[in-house]
């Protein structure tokens, strides 16, 4: 029998509804939500905070086309207990439609028809989870203007090379915590549709070029000092986590993506910038996600994660950026395709930080002084500067960069050669040429991804046909038809994909993260992984072929599907290596 809410999940950090810990709930698809469901859950949740001892805080109720979301802020130290409080609220709210859903009771539950024993199984919870050390610790923390990473495992106060870490069981007294070896360093978000991975490993590149110890979590992994210490999705904040804890890191580039913000929120607070690349269609229906309002709304959730003097970088060639940007007090920065964007001229008049192109060349306004940072065809990722998307993503990430503290010399310099090495920027826009034979990589994960590729691909003049990958037949990409759609196949071969999901630091440590906790049901919808697909050889339209793809991936064999994936990119780095031509026998695997 099902239930009366569709997901249940804990937010342990800033998130959509409001700036601080709590616990959300999506209803069940085609349960009616009208105001006065809604007033039933809001006095259901006032009466289990006053039972329980929980202070006043925010209450978010937001309707939508599949349901509502249904949250509110708790105490950090409890937030199982109120995912508890949350559903018993709701299912309350019911009343007499609630007898058509699955019926919880005491003692693992609280019960919707019996207000006196579910405030009295409520409060068991709550005091069962309950850890004043944890409490007394992030007040302490507070005080100090200090920066604290929490997560079911550990509490760190501090970052990088100014953290320091616990175990959850074994807390210090305030006053056995070394605060004078504590501080932040230098952090940065980065989130939007399209070019997150990029645009942090640029920056990450400029910022160890300026001399900086830097660690990076993305959609492929956790990095530090350039070595890979985890492989997989962690754009969440498992990732940012991981690298925040790693006491090398100096300066730390945070990619952060739509659905760890919505499932739990962010890690961090109070960072000196975050960047928005775009906004395009995807993902539309999870957690109550309709249309590109809703997903601005959410990508500029990280604005809400910036010290009083931290800025937001925002791409001005997106309309809707630029329509729910503006906020009073909020410092914002812009990059665009045209320098002389109004949107630019604008704040380069003001004195803030932009950047775009003029002239075939990329230019940087910082305090109102113009930087020519080099001709845009110099830079390699610009593809000659037929990748526009790529453009905007040298820009954006030159922009963010000096918002950090950056030189303008030291930005020009790395933009000038990063892109050169496919290593550089692994999975994405990788490129070899084999004889008469180009062959290309990209992720291309949504419809806006594979039309960049596409464009690229027709203002390079090639006669070669993209084609269709990765997929199985009749599955496209959510959202619209693949534009690639009807052509002629080739030789194909799936490429590197992404695991499910967000993932945590490990399977051992999310194993830790579960157990004891049987009442955890946060489930969180599917979500597209993705692929990619090489062509080698000549296709009959022309000598050239394009790479691209967007595959639904399965969960589990991640490691093995990555590890064919590393295979096949080191094959086309041998035949290029050695100036391998079409019709030669290819090389031993080794």
Same mark, same amino acid.
């Given at each position: 029998?099902?239930?009366?809410?569709?997901?249940?999940?804990?937010?342990?950090?800033?998130?959509?509804?409001?700036?601080?810990?709590?616990?959300?709930?999506?209803?069940?698809?085609?349960?009616?939500?009208?105001?006065?469901?809604?007033?039933?859950?809001?006095?259901?949740?006032?009466?289990?905070?006053?039972?329980?001892?929980?202070?006043?805080?925010?209450?978010?109720?937001?309707?939508?086309?599949?349901?509502?979301?249904?949250?509110?802020?708790?105490?950090?130290?409890?937030?199982?207990?109120?995912?508890?409080?949350?559903?018993?609220?709701?299912?309350?709210?019911?009343?007499?439609?609630?007898?058509?859903?699955?019926?919880?009771?005491?003692?693992?539950?609280?019960?919707?028809?019996?207000?006196?024993?579910?405030?009295?199984?409520?409060?068991?919870?709550?005091?069962?989870?309950?850890?004043?050390?944890?409490?007394?610790?992030?007040?302490?923390?507070?005080?100090?203007?200090?920066?604290?990473?929490? +997560?079911?495992?550990?509490?760190?106060?501090?970052?990088?090379?100014?953290?320091?870490?616990?175990?959850?069981?074994?807390?210090?007294?305030?006053?056995?915590?070394?605060?004078?070896?504590?501080?932040?360093?230098?952090?940065?978000?980065?989130?939007?549709?399209?070019?997150?991975?990029?645009?942090?490993?640029?920056?990450?590149?400029?910022?160890?070029?300026?001399?900086?110890?830097?660690?990076?979590?993305?959609?492929?992994?956790?990095?530090?000092?350039?070595?890979?210490?985890?492989?997989?999705?962690?754009?969440?904040?498992?990732?940012?986590?991981?690298?925040?804890?790693?006491?090398?890191?100096?300066?730390?580039?945070?990619?952060?993506?739509?659905?760890?913000?919505?499932?739990?929120?962010?890690?961090?607070?109070?960072?000196?910038?975050?960047?928005?690349?775009?906004?395009?269609?995807?993902?539309?229906?999870?957690?109550?996600?309709?249309?590109? +309002?809703?997903?601005?709304?959410?990508?500029?959730?990280?604005?809400?994660?910036?010290?009083?003097?931290?800025?937001?970088?925002?791409?001005?060639?997106?309309?809707?950026?630029?329509?729910?940007?503006?906020?009073?007090?909020?410092?914002?920065?812009?990059?665009?395709? +045209?320098?002389?964007?109004?949107?630019?001229?604008?704040?380069?008049?003001?004195?803030?930080?932009?950047?775009?192109?003029?002239?075939?060349?990329?230019?940087?306004?910082?305090?109102?002084?113009?930087?020519?940072?080099?001709?845009?065809?110099?830079?390699?990722?610009?593809?000659?500067?037929?990748?526009?998307?790529?453009?905007?993503?040298?820009?954006?990430?030159?922009?963010?960069?000096?918002?950090?503290?950056?030189?303008?010399?030291?930005?020009?310099?790395?933009?000038?050669?990063?892109?050169?090495?496919?290593?550089?920027?692994?999975?994405?826009?990788?490129?070899?040429?084999?004889?008469?034979?180009?062959?290309?990589?990209?992720?291309?994960?949504?419809?806006?991804?594979?039309?960049?590729?596409?464009?690229?691909?027709?203002?390079?003049?090639?006669?070669?046909?993209?084609?269709?990958?990765?997929?199985?037949?009749?599955?496209?990409?959510?959202?619209?038809?693949?534009?690639?759609?009807?052509?002629?196949?080739?030789?194909?071969?799936?490429?590197?994909?992404?695991?499910?999901?967000?993932?945590?630091?490990?399977?051992?440590?999310?194993?830790?993260?579960?157990?004891?906790?049987?009442?955890?049901?946060?489930?969180?919808?599917?979500?597209?992984?993705?692929?990619?697909?090489?062509?080698?050889?000549?296709?009959?339209?022309?000598?050239?072929?394009?790479?691209?793809?967007?595959?639904?991936?399965?969960?589990?064999?991640?490691?093995?599907?990555?590890?064919?994936?590393?295979?096949?990119?080191?094959?086309?780095?041998?035949?290029?290596?050695?100036?391998?031509?079409?019709?030669?026998?290819?090389?031993?695997?080794?």
């Amino acid at each position: 029998m099902r239930e009366a809410f569709e997901d249940s999940r804990r937010l342990t950090g800033i998130n959509p509804y409001f700036a601080q810990p709590g616990a959300a709930l999506e209803t069940a698809p085609g349960l009616a939500v009208g105001a006065e469901r809604i007033a039933h859950w809001q006095a259901g949740v006032a009466a289990a905070r006053h039972a329980l001892g929980w202070p006043a805080a925010p209450l978010h109720a937001r309707p939508h086309a599949s349901g509502a979301t249904l949250a509110f802020a708790a105490p950090p130290d409890q937030l199982y207990a109120a995912t508890e409080v949350n559903e018993w609220a709701w299912e309350s709210a019911l009343g007499e439609a609630a007898t058509a859903f699955a019926q919880r009771h005491a003692p693992g539950y609280a019960a919707a028809w019996d207000p006196a024993g579910a405030l009295a199984t409520l409060r068991a919870l709550a005091a069962a989870e309950a850890q004043p050390a944890l409490t007394a610790l992030l007040d302490a923390a507070a005080v100090r203007a200090l920066p604290a990473l929490l +997560d079911d495992q550990a509490l760190t106060l501090g970052e990088g090379s100014g953290a320091r870490t616990w175990p959850r069981e074994a807390l210090p007294a305030p006053a056995e915590v070394p605060w004078a070896q504590l501080h932040a360093i230098p952090v940065a978000l980065v989130t939007g549709s399209n070019g997150k991975t990029t645009t942090t490993r640029l920056t990450v590149a400029m910022l160890a070029a300026h001399g900086l110890v830097c660690g990076y979590s993305s959609t492929d992994g956790v990095v530090v000092d350039g070595q890979a210490l985890e492989d997989g999705d962690y754009s969440g904040p498992g990732g940012a986590r991981a690298v925040l804890r790693d006491v090398r890191v100096q300066a730390a580039v945070l990619e952060t993506a739509r659905g760890g913000i919505l499932r739990r929120g962010l890690a961090v607070a109070g960072v000196q910038a975050a960047l928005v690349t775009n906004v395009s269609a995807d993902h539309f229906g999870e957690y109550g996600i309709h249309d590109l +309002d809703d997903l601005a709304a959410v990508k500029l959730v990280v604005g809400e994660a910036l010290a009083a003097d931290g800025v937001l970088v925002l791409n001005a060639d997106d309309a809707r950026l630029r329509a729910h940007a503006q906020r009073p007090g909020r410092r914002l920065a812009w990059f665009a395709l +045209d320098a002389d964007h109004p949107q630019l001229g604008q704040a380069h008049a003001a004195g803030r930080p932009v950047c775009g192109v003029r002239d075939g060349r990329l230019m940087l306004g910082l305090d109102g002084v113009e930087h020519d940072l080099g001709a845009i065809a110099a830079m390699p990722l610009s593809v000659g500067g037929r990748a526009c998307y790529n453009v905007a993503n040298l820009a954006g990430a030159a922009v963010l960069a000096a918002v950090l503290g950056v030189a303008p010399a030291t930005i020009g310099a790395v933009l000038g050669r990063f892109g050169r090495r496919n290593a550089d920027n692994l999975g994405r826009l990788m490129r070899w040429s084999l004889g008469g034979a180009s062959v290309w990589l990209d992720y291309a994960h949504n419809p806006a991804g594979l039309e960049g590729l596409i464009e690229v691909r027709a203002r390079r003049g090639r006669t070669g046909r993209p084609v269709r990958a990765g997929a199985r037949p009749g599955r496209q990409p959510r959202g619209r038809r693949h534009p690639c759609a009807g052509g002629d196949g080739g030789a194909v071969r799936a490429g590197p994909g992404r695991a499910q999901g967000h993932r945590e630091l490990s399977a051992r440590a999310r194993q830790r993260r579960d157990r004891g906790d049987p009442r955890r049901r946060t489930a969180a919808p599917r979500r597209a992984g993705h692929g990619a697909a090489h062509l080698p050889g000549r296709g009959r339209g022309g000598a050239h072929g394009a790479a691209l793809g967007a595959r639904r991936r399965q969960p589990g064999a991640a490691g093995a599907r990555r590890g064919r994936a590393r295979g096949r990119v080191a094959l086309l780095d041998r035949l290029a290596d050695q100036a391998w031509q079409p019709g030669q026998p290819l090389p031993e695997a080794g």
